[in-house]
DNA sequence: TTGTAAGCGTTATCAT
DNA sequence: ATGATAACGCTTACAA
């Protein structure tokens, strides 16, 4: 691996020249540019990034932390990340954090050992500890959570998005609403979730119906169970992730239900999964993939990190039936 | 953040005596020691990454590639790896080699400027101009894949893999057995799985029934048609993916065949998609979380790394059926 | 057992 | 427009 001396022997100049034609800065005439670049692409100069950061203080990189690294919603956001990171020349690190955040210390202190740019934290709660070990240089923000801290953080309104979910399913006619939610205490975004459920069912006059999951598939079956047991009258089913949205169609197919024509189900987040039953999930969706790539513009791009807010939609499949009396026609205009 | 200087300050001894505790080398008293390590706790010393690197032309990171992050399987491989690479010591560098693997040689140069410890290239093949850009002094292994090349690989038999699957089917009664594949031109596996499935077929003088998908869900359901349109009278049908499997036993349902009493259907890999469907897959399984673990250990213990084949199993859900007449309750042994 | 000093490859300051 | 030169923080001969 040839060095930039060696470059600056070839090409007849100073390290220090070819440092700034390398790094595109100005003072050096157009001849040294050409001589510099050929005698640079001939020795096939690629700039020591160790080097370079240790002078520099920094390392074109992003280190970016998920409780689990094979999850389906973290990877989305990766994805986003990782494109956004590659366009602007910066690597990604990752790691993960583990049950109970227990290696996010660790990692975070690895992170500023290599001096990463910043630090990009998917589902995970910025506690004491990590705002520790994160030291107050490096920016960072939190991705698919929000914890009402003044953390930056790029996120949905997790409560306004469980709510229009829920009065979608209102608006198409159903009435009788189970719910299943996943962990409350590990997983944070539940909480405000079962919130906006609650509050558009309060506000129909309704009652809510809670059953209880653990955000996963295997969670579901007997959540459903309890839920058509108790509620046989239940006519849509809210699940507050697409694991368990799944785990419910096929849990009431087995059960003898026709989706979405008895009972219709509505998931949450619009992983791939949403697409890996039949029918497909309609479900509430996060800008998983954006909420990536912004991530990344925003650390990068020193505007000042805060908590934002990013719109959730609904993917229309074909989990939903609609209830509703015939609509009539239209009448002719006056 | 304090540097070994400030550490050997503290400590009233040299930045080396410093060095050589917190390496873990010999040549310091006891009382030394210690002083050193309260120091540097006191100072919350962290070593820079950096600069050990760029005196020691090496840091502790592995690159990993993979054609898409998002990728299931990919992303379990990328679990095991994860978890080896922390318990070393080591940091994953991730990126993505994207159509045609376009990205691929601009991250190893990038891996290669970072002066990375060894690279694991997921499902991709080893080209000659990836060779290249990968340079003669950095360590790689390929997994998940085998170009019948020398280099370094971990991954299962295809062949046999898919021999294995298509014969267990037969034995349970199957003969009518048809076959989707994925794309034979882009991903490099599904030759040999079809071969081993053809040659299994040919074995048992069965006519090989072959329908084209290209592994992802939506390209199953097509297939399935075709399939059952122009042999009615299929009883098993072998998806070359898990994610393919899914998209068959969904549409078979969609079709009014009951699965799998009426129509089995083998899965390949065993990703979590295998579960997300009802009755759950039985795949043909491959120990990706456990190849991941190997590639790091085969990369950092300087083993001679070369191509290394992994047992696949098959893993029994509920999407196949016993064909087989009734066995006959074994005899009251004399 | 411990210290001194010379780099590792780069950038940045200051001359020229 | 260009070149010397001094760091950046660490490891590692080589001395002592």
Redesign the interface.
């Known amino acids: 691996?040839s060095t930039i001396r060696d470059v600056a022997r070839v090409a007849g100049v100073s390290p220090a020249t070819v440092s700034r034609v390398v790094n595109g800065l100005t003072g050096f005439s157009e001849q040294t540019r050409q001589r510099v670049e050929e005698a640079a692409s001939r020795l096939g100069y690629?700039?020591?990034?160790?080097?370079r950061?240790?002078k520099t203080r920094q390392?074109p990189?992003l280190g970016v932390l998920a409780p689990?690294?094979?999850?389906?919603l973290a990877?989305?956001i990766?994805?986003g990340i990782?494109?956004a990171a590659?366009a602007r020349g910066y690597?990604?690190?990752?790691?993960?954090t583990g049950p109970h955040a227990v290696?996010a210390p660790g990692y975070l202190?690895?992170f500023?050992?290599?001096?990463v740019a910043g630090v990009i934290l998917i589902s995970t709660v910025v506690t004491a500890e990590i705002r520790r070990a994160l030291?107050d240089?490096i920016p960072f923000t939190a991705v698919a959570i929000r914890d009402g801290s003044r953390f930056p953080s790029l996120a949905i309104d997790d409560d306004l998005a469980a709510y229009d979910g829920t009065r979608f399913l209102q608006r198409l006619g159903h009435d009788t609403i189970g719910l299943i939610t996943g962990d409350t205490e590990s997983v944070l975004v539940n909480t405000p979730r079962m919130c906006g459920y609650q509050r558009a069912m309060a506000e129909a006059g309704l009652a809510p119906i809670v059953a209880y999951g653990d955000s996963l598939?295997?969670s579901a079956p007997p959540a459903v169970r309890t839920l058509m047991t108790e509620h046989p009258d239940i006519t849509a089913i809210f699940a507050l992730s697409d694991?368990m949205a799944?785990g419910a169609v096929?849990?009431l197919?087995?059960l003898g239900y026709r989706v979405p024509a008895q009972v219709s189900v509505l998931g949450f987040d619009n992983t791939?999964?949403a697409?890996?039953?039949?029918p497909a999930l309609t479900t509430v969706t996060q800008p998983l993939y954006h909420m990536g790539e912004l991530a990344v513009e925003q650390l990068l791009s020193s505007i000042r990190p805060q908590p934002h807010i990013l719109p959730h939609t609904i993917t229309h499949r074909g989990s939903i039936a609609d209830r509703r009396p015939q609509a009539v026609p239209a009448p002719p205009s006056p």
């Open positions: 691996m690629e700039p020591d990034t160790l080097a950061g240790l390392s990189v689990v690294v094979s999850d389906a990877s989305q990766m994805g990782e494109a590659r690597s990604v690190m990752l790691g993960r290696h202190r690895n500023r050992a290599f001096r030291g240089r598939y295997d694991e799944a096929n849990e197919q087995r791939p999964t697409q890996h039953v039949h």
